[in-house]
């Protein structure tokens, strides 16, 4: 099975080629270059694992939540390659990426969505895969949904930018945190590759972000105020 995953969430462009069972990466800090920079270092990927497109099984990206323009890129580039080379596409959850990268099997995962705000989920891995015991939503860090038991593990960017407030929410509940955890294409490929398997991968035009937060814009007011979405 060959696949291409990609996840432009976050400040960070991250590219992954599964070629049967060796993985090529790609991993850059992309700022706001994402669109810019993108296909050619698929390309670039591809030459490196000798594939072309039309070698493809398919194509898994990270479907969000995170950056709104980010995921929008995701998506118009998983329609793109699937609708030019006819390849079907599965879209990944950031926050399950960010479980799956953790390498531990319970995680309360974060995203920071600016605006005092952030993206959670909570999982935990078992025989059949990670099942979400919190599933995705957009909180004030100071007002989570609480989580049964301890030996949580905090991952990603949520708990760099609110991690007290964070830590006062699950005190004595997480055992550790990986505050620079990213979603990486590396796992969103090792997510996306058993619904490959099973034949649930969808065409081209199901490619379709997920948002969580309803707003897509700011004031012009906020804007001025440097706040991002």
Excluded at 68 to 88: D, E
Excluded at 184 to 199: D, H, K, N, R, T
Aim: hydrophobic residues 50%; aromatic residues 8%; contains cysteine.
């Amino acid at each position: 099975m060959n696949l291409l995953a990609f996840d432009t969430s976050t400040e960070f462009l991250s590219l992954a080629i599964m070629r049967d069972n060796t993985v090529f990466n790609y991993d850059v800090l992309a700022g706001q270059t994402h669109s810019q920079i993108i296909l050619p270092q698929i390309q670039h990927l591809l030459n490196q694992a000798e594939l072309q497109l039309q070698d493809l099984t398919g194509l898994a990206f990270g479907a969000g939540p995170g950056s709104f323009t980010g995921v929008r890129i995701a998506a118009g580039v998983a329609q793109g390659l699937g609708f030019g080379a006819n390849l079907p596409v599965v879209g990944v959850c950031t926050l399950m990426a960010l479980a799956e990268a953790s390498g531990a099997s319970k995680v309360i995962a974060c995203l920071d969505a600016r605006m005092g705000e952030i993206y959670h989920a909570a999982y935990v891995k078992d025989a059949a895969g990670w099942q979400a015991v919190i599933a995705p939503g957009l909180y004030k860090p100071d007002a989570v949904p609480a989580v049964d038991g301890a030996d949580w593990v905090g991952v990603g960017s949520g708990w760099q930018t609110y991690g007290e407030m964070l830590a006062a929410a699950y005190h004595g509940q997480v055992q550790s945190t990986q505050p620079a955890l990213l979603p990486m294409a590396s796992a969103v490929i090792i997510l996306a590759q058993p619904i490959f398997e099973a034949g649930e991968a969808k065409t081209a035009e199901h490619a379709i972000p997920i948002y969580i937060r309803n707003r897509v814009a700011l004031k012009t007011a906020e804007r001025e105020q440097g706040m991002r979405l």
